[in-house]
């Protein structure tokens, strides 16, 4: 007997990447927030795609529309072994006026809405809606599955946490069987579960529908001039109302290691950005990166390995509790509790303390950083000390209020210009 195929051979995985993620601050100045790095390697964009690939999902579509040539660069260059004769693909969508010339994409629901002669050339049965700008591992098959087997119109990807921190999010109110009987947008006073009032479902930003069902609710959302066409604010409080939604909770698709909690995480603040990043130099970090079984994929940039020079009292080049990529050189330089992506080189007397450099960061002789995000391609000057006077670091870098620091290449101008 035959075995029937998996359903993620007849999904269509949708990824939503055209947000700036303004909180982000200047981090977004030139690329979109699924295009910001992360965890030393890889990129925002490189999970939602990863889960996809690792569920079997072979035919993907991004849509983009702020800065987005750093993401799509990225998706060339790293997500290009797909083999169309096996009927693989990744078709980037930017926003293209395809609909007309005055109309870039309105909301998350229209972006899908004006590629719908696109997808139907993909002859698929199931779609599924992801977020770009997510970190978390998730096995895109089991929630398929069970979207068939319950018969929903839609399957909503939800969270669980405390019901007063769900304030944040979109809440799913749900009976006994999980069918969603409510969507509340940022509640003041979140529904609990059924089974534990303390606790509260939130949207993932995860949809997943039938093709030929999701289409039609779309044309008529598109002809909707009160509509935001948006998927959270206008289509899935619709089909709550008047069809069958189903609550799929995180915890049944999570790739963890064992007793490892459901890791999943908006790094959409500088806070959090450096919060997630830092947490992967703990001893056993919740997020497994190291899993073979369940790789995160991305563009495998050819690099030397790292290397640690010199071993003297107070030049000695060390890292610990840390993370330092390829091509790096870490000369003379402590390095502790920090993440270092490829071709960040330090220099003698140097100390990086709770930081995060990304890409071809240069630091040179004497600097301390601490509690730092510093951008792509700056250069550290001699004897610079961020991280210990919050108040006169706040003159030149961003200073967040739990006392992060983001440091960029214009603010290092603004610095040297006042000394």
């Not at 693989?88 to 590629?115: C, H, K």
């Not at 949809?207 to 008529?220: G, H, K, M, Q, T």
């Not at 130099?281 to 390995?305: G, K, M, Q, S, V």
Request: glycine share 6%.
């Amino acid at each position: 007997m035959p075995r029937p195929k998996r359903l993620s051979n007849r999904t269509l995985a949708f990824v939503l990447a055209g947000g700036r993620g303004s909180r982000l601050k200047e981090l977004t100045d030139t690329r979109v927030k699924p295009a910001v790095y992360f965890g030393g390697k890889t990129r925002i964009i490189d999970f939602a795609l990863s889960n996809a690939m690792n569920s079997g999902i072979r035919r993907m579509a991004l849509a983009t529309q702020y800065k987005s040539h750093s993401l799509i660069r990225h998706c060339h260059r790293g997500w290009n072994h797909f083999r169309a004769e096996r009927n693989e693909f990744l078709d980037i969508m930017p926003a293209s006026q395809r609909v007309n010339e005055d109309m870039w994409y309105r909301g998350t629901a229209d972006a899908v809405t004006q590629n719908i002669d696109i997808i139907d050339s993909y002859d698929i049965d199931h779609i599924i809606i992801l977020a770009g700008d997510h970190i978390y591992k998730m096995d895109y098959e089991v929630m398929l599955e069970e979207h068939v087997a319950k018969g929903a119109d839609v399957t909503v990807g939800c969270l669980t946490v405390p019901r007063m921190e769900a304030t944040a999010f979109g809440v799913m109110a749900t009976d006994a069987d999980e069918n969603i009987t409510s969507f509340l947008e940022k509640p003041a006073d979140p529904p609990g579960m059924p089974d534990n009032p303390d606790m509260a479902l939130a949207s993932m930003g995860i949809y997943v529908f039938s093709w030929p069902y999701l289409r039609d609710i779309l044309i008529a959302d598109r002809d909707n001039e009160q509509s935001a066409h948006d998927f959270g604010n206008d289509l899935i409080p619709e089909i709550v109302k008047n069809g069958k939604a189903h609550a799929h909770r995180f915890d049944r698709s999570c790739v963890r290691h064992a007793d490892a909690p459901a890791y999943w995480r908006d790094v959409g603040t500088l806070d959090a950005f450096w919060e997630a990043n830092i947490d992967l130099t703990d001893f056993t970090p919740e997020l497994d990166l190291w899993d073979r079984d369940w790789p995160i994929w991305t563009n495998w940039e050819a690099t030397p390995p790292a290397k640690f020079i010199h071993d003297e009292k107070d030049r000695r080049g060390l890292a610990v509790s840390s993370m330092v990529s390829g091509g790096c050189i870490i000369s003379g330089t402590e390095v502790r509790n920090s993440v270092l992506f490829r071709y960040v080189n330090t220099n003698s007397y140097a100390i990086l303390d709770h930081s995060v450099l990304l890409p071809n960061v240069t630091v040179h002789r004497n600097a301390r950083l601490t509690k730092c995000v510093v951008d792509r391609g700056v250069e550290i000057p001699r004897g610079l000390v961020v991280g210990e006077d919050p108040q006169e670091d706040a003159k030149f870098f961003r200073v967040t209020e739990k006392g992060t620091t983001l440091i960029t290449a214009p603010m290092i101008k603004k610095w040297q210009a006042a000394k």
